[in-house]
C-alpha cells in the first residue's frame, strides 16, 4: 500500500501561483511514476501532469503546458507541482497519485493508476 497526502491548495487570484505538494509512505518511493489529476465540479477527473519514477521525464496536459510544473524528491518521498499563471478555468479539486511502473516512463491515463490521495482543493477567482 501506498498512502498519499497533498497539501498547499487555497483560494487564489487569477495570475498568481499556488505549490501544491504530495507525501508518499509506505512503499519505495522511487518505485513509482507520480501525476497529478484534477476534478471540477461535474466534470470528469482528468490528467494535468506526470513524472517518471527517476524525474527524468515529465508529460503536461495542454491547458497546463508552460504554467505548471510537476518536480520530486525522491529522498523526501515527495513530489510538487507549481502552477502558475492561474486561471479561473484551474479551479478544481487536485488529486495526487502513484502508479507502480518497471521502467522509466510517465503513465497518463487514470486507469493507471493504483494509490489516490484524498484531494486539495484550488480555487482561483476572477
Known amino acids: 500500500q501506498v498512502q498519499l497526502v497533498e497539501s498547499g491548495g487555497g483560494l487564489v487570484q487569477a495570475g498568481g501561483s499556488l505549490r501544491l505538494s504530495c507525501a508518499a509512505s509506505?512503499?519505495?518511493?522511487?518505485?513509482?511514476?507520480m501525476g497529478w489529476f484534477r476534478q471540477a465540479p461535474g466534470k470528469e477527473r482528468e490528467f494535468v501532469s506526470g513524472?517518471?519514477?527517476?524525474?527524468?521525464?515529465?508529460s503536461y496536459a495542454d491547458p497546463v503546458k508552460g504554467r505548471f510544473t510537476i518536480s520530486r524528491d525522491n529522498a523526501k518521498n515527495m513530489v510538487y507541482l507549481q502552477m502558475n499563471s492561474l486561471k479561473p478555468e484551474d479551479t478544481a479539486l487536485y488529486y495526487c497519485?502513484?502508479?507502480?511502473?518497471?521502467?522509466?516512463?510517465?503513465?497518463?491515463?487514470?486507469?493507471?493508476?493504483?494509490?489516490w490521495g484524498q484531494g486539495t482543493q484550488v480555487t482561483v477567482s476572477s
Open positions: 497519485a502513484a502508479d507502480r511502473v518497471y521502467n522509466d516512463f510517465v503513465p497518463m491515463r487514470r486507469v493507471e493508476y493504483d494509490y
Open positions: 513524472i517518471s519514477r527517476s524525474g527524468g521525464s515529465t
Open positions: 509506505g512503499r519505495t518511493f522511487s518505485n513509482y511514476a
